[in-house]
């Protein structure tokens, strides 16, 4: 991990008022805050408007309800919880999505995006792979694909096992940071992808064996009429869990490695991604990991050291 700079005048803040704050808890109540009041704006507009704004307002109080509780309680179910709650969060704030986008943002990209994509080239990337379809193929892929929060969770699981929680705060601060990020971009370029807008170029279904069909529904029950292509929070996580784990370890690093190679091919061989998706998710991963440090600031006892491991 980059060397993070000097305290934020938050921790100041928290400290007067008894709260252990760290800034996980201030990029994902802002968050709250920042959609809080997109919600309000747009009230009549968005279904069951008044119970999210509810969500917003416990959210809040229970992210500083936790940082109270540190301050007083070091183990046990509340420590757990302390540390792991954005796992609750971010789901959350993602399913959020799919009320805000149809109801105040009433349009989509995907014909801008595909036509890029053509252009690029030359043909429809995910029209092209059918020639490529096969049942064991296409089931190995969407098993990967849905994987996925899995194996960006995972890191996280190594490091608290290992018992490094300042890494793993960090990690938790990344990630959080990676994945509202991407939220922010699907309110901003809602794109349902090509296997809604070229469906009627798909000559042929994608058909697996034994799970690809509960697989595929169970994701789509997930994720609801979601907007959710643009960038690609699949590529984008990914990639951050690829970083995360090349710093526990070069097997790990392997592993990861390979799993994105698998996760970025996956993503149009399933048509659920444009390419341009892909090269967006990329491209808001190198900056997350680029800005993260500068966000985080300085942890409580000092500096943080995380370089590649050589293990």
């Known amino acids: 991990m980059p060397e993070v700079l000097a305290e934020r005048p938050w921790s100041a803040w928290a400290r007067a008022a008894?709260?252990?704050?760290?800034?996980t808890d201030s990029l994902l109540a802002g968050y709250l805050l920042l959609t809080g009041l997109l919600v309000s704006w747009a009230y009549a507009r968005i279904p069951a408007a008044a119970l999210l704004l509810a969500w917003h307002v416990f959210g809040i109080a229970g992210i500083v309800a936790l940082a109270r509780s540190e301050s007083w309680r070091t183990h046990g179910t509340v420590w757990w919880l302390r540390h792991w709650y954005?796992?609750?969060?971010?789901?959350?704030?993602?399913?959020?999505?799919?009320?805000l986008i149809p109801a105040i943002r009433g349009t989509d990209y995907d014909g801008w995006l595909a036509r890029l994509d053509y252009r690029i080239w030359g043909v429809h990337p995910t029209v092209w792979l059918e020639r490529l379809h096969h049942p064991w193929l296409t089931e190995f892929l969407q098993l990967a694909y849905t994987l996925f929060f899995a194996a960006v969770v995972l890191v996280g699981g190594i490091l608290w096992g290992r018992r490094q929680l300042e890494r793993f705060r960090y990690y938790t601060f990344v990630i959080s940071l990676g994945f509202l990020s991407s939220f922010l971009g699907y309110f901003a370029v809602p794109v349902r992808g090509p296997r809604f807008f070229?469906?009627?170029?798909?000559?042929?279904?994608l058909r697996g064996l034994w799970l690809f069909d509960a697989l595929r529904h169970g994701l789509d029950w997930l994720e609801s009429v979601h907007y959710d292509c643009f960038p690609s929070g699949h590529v984008a996580m990914t990639l951050?869990?690829?970083?995360?784990?090349?710093?526990?370890?070069r097997r790990w690093s392997r592993i990861y490695a390979a799993y994105t190679a698998v996760m970025v091919f996956s993503t149009v061989y399933l048509r659920y991604h444009y390419t341009v998706d892909l090269l967006a998710g990329a491209l808001l991963a190198a900056a997350v990991l680029a800005v993260a440090p500068r966000l985080y600031g300085k942890p409580p006892g000092g500096r943080v050291s995380w370089s590649p491991s050589s293990a």
């Open 18 to 23: 008894g709260l252990a704050w760290r800034p």
């Open 86 to 99: 954005p796992l609750l969060y971010l789901p959350a704030c993602y399913r959020e999505m799919a009320l």
């Open 198 to 205: 070229l469906g009627e170029l798909h000559e042929a279904p």
């Open 240 to 249: 951050i869990a690829w970083w995360g784990a090349a710093r526990l370890s």
